[in-house]
């Protein structure tokens, strides 16, 4: 049996943990998946740039040294 003349005192200790911001970190994390996924899109879409592979330049005023020049480019690609 229970000693009359001995005091017992029962403790309980509550605990209570709060998260906020997790819709925020939501939203973050959803929008970088939106422009990671946008921009794999348009890196690896594989689509023709267009355009061609011939390039005509003009120089206008410059006189007998750009003639030379372009007369030596000239001979050098068609060498090649």
């Not at 906020?20 to 939203?27: D, Q, V």
Request: aromatic fraction near 4%.
């Amino acid at each position: 049996m229970a000693d009359p003349n001995e005091t017992r005192s029962d403790h309980t200790t509550t605990t209570t943990t709060t998260t906020t911001g997790g819709s925020g970190m939501g939203f973050v994390v959803g929008a970088l998946v939106v422009v990671v996924a946008g921009l794999a899109y348009f890196m690896f879409a594989g689509g023709d740039v267009g355009g061609s592979d011939d390039v005509n330049i003009t120089v206008e005023g410059a006189g007998a040294a750009v003639e030379g020049a372009a007369e030596a480019v000239e001979g050098t690609v068609e060498g090649n």
